[in-house]
T-cell receptor, first 112, second 114 residues
Framework: AQKVTQAQTEISVVEKEDVTLDCVYE???????LFWYKQPPSGELVFLIR??????QNEISGRYSWNFQKSTSSFNFTITASQVVDSAVYFC?????????FGSGTKLNVKP | EAQVTQNPRYLITVTGKKLTVTCSQN?????MSWYRQDPGLGLRQIYY???????DKGDVPEGYKVSRKEKRNFPLILESPSPNQTSLYFC?????????????FGQGTRLTVV
């Protein structure tokens, strides 16, 4: 069975703190894709990053970085020097060939 | 501009009154899908379509129907809505594989069934 777990329901930090959002997945497929999406208070879903199962390279994009570890089935997301604009719900998702599975989301509150 | 368009954005309806939420994409994507978002549950897939005339159930298909007569359109039909279908609905499209597997989402439809 496929499953994505985001154990952190809600996180609150003060601006400029670093914060890591955890994502653990389960799948028996050898080919799969992992994603992170951001849902700001306005409600739309914004794509942040994609990783396929054969690409374990970590990635950094500005203040965002992602750590993909197949050995622990984790795909964690770190925001460095958080800002108020980072306040949102973040979803981790898994895709096999034909279906998507989303975690329950982590609400990040960044306080000034 | 590449986009997925859903309509309406907001809808209040009564129990049992059939409704359709439309979804259209202009990216020539083969794959389209519908999700509902409920507090604490994240997004759950209702139905998906791999191509024209090819649809299949997601994890929560009960009470919903879909059709894919054209590649760009994937409407969601609630034949007899019930209050437990009150939710935020998203349509999405994507390529099937390769480097374009991420889903592009519409703006969402907030449905209230009273």
């Amino acid at each position: 069975a496929q499953k994505v777990t985001q154990a952190q329901t809600e996180i609150s930090v003060v601006e400029k703190e670093d914060v890591t959002l955890d994502c653990v997945y389960e799948t028996r497929d050898t080919t799969y894709y992992l994603f992170w999406y951001k849902q700001p208070p306005s409600g739309e879903l914004v794509f942040l990053i994609r990783r396929n199962s054969f690409d374990e390279q970590n990635e950094i994009s500005g203040r965002y970085s992602w750590n993909f570890q197949k050995s622990t089935s984790s795909f964690n997301f770190t925001i460095t020097a958080s800002q108020v604009v980072d306040s949102a719900v973040y979803f981790c998702a898994l895709r096999n060939f034909n279906k998507f599975y989303f975690g329950s989301g982590t609400k990040l509150n960044v306080k000034p | 501009e590449a986009q997925v368009t859903q309509n309406p954005r907001y809808l209040i309806t009564v129990t049992g009154k059939k409704l359709t939420v439309t979804c259209s994409q202009n990216m020539n994507h083969e794959y389209m899908s519908w999700y509902r978002q409920d507090p604490g549950l994240g997004l759950r897939q209702i139905y998906y379509s791999m191509n024209v005339e090819v649809t299949d159930k997601g994890d929560v298909p009960e009470g919903y129907k879909v059709s894919r007569k054209e590649k760009r359109n994937f409407p969601l039909i609630l034949e007899s809505p019930s209050p437990n279908q009150t939710s935020l609905y998203f349509c999405a499209s994507s390529l099937i594989g390769g480097r374009g597997t991420e889903a592009f989402f519409g703006q969402g439809t907030r449905l209230t069934v009273v």
